[in-house]
């Protein structure tokens, strides 16, 4: 369906908050959402895995905004290759696992290209490598937790 719903206890069939519009690449669409993240103020992000994007949905939106990728599918640094976990802080800044890529992206506020702050030297085993990374977290020291689905292990990166 390409949707994301927000369920309250005792409640049956959701409110829809993210696309419902079918899958497809326009703004009030989503095709395969894999991962969210909601924020105090109860904005929902969702990795669009098939439109290698994340997206930002406020409170009562009909559309969607671009917050990373939205370019197809690539490795530039304006593009994301299926995106997964994610993470936003509270500066709005994302964080998100781009999985095909082997690599974790920071995309500040508006901006219209990421920064690798993970991986990104190719799929591998070493201690600067990922092997398609699905999700990630932080704790409250700053350090980024990621989870390494081909080497079987979570790394940790300190993040300045």
Known sequence: KGEVRRY?????NGTLVAGGNGKGVGLNQLNEPRYLFVDRDHSVYVS??????????????????VVAGGQGAGNALTQLFVPQGLF???LGTVYVADTSNNRVMRWTQ?????TVIAGGNGAGAGANHLG????LSFDRRGNLYVADQDNDRIQRFPIE
């Open 132 to 135: 398609v990374p699905v999700s």
């Open 48 to 65: 669009d895995w098939n439109n290698h994007r994340v997206m930002k949905w406020v409170e009562d939106a009909k559309e969607g905004i």
């Open 8 to 12: 309250r206890l005792d409640e049956k």
């Open 110 to 114: 508006g901006a219209k290209q990421g």
């Open 88 to 90: 936003v802080d509270a």
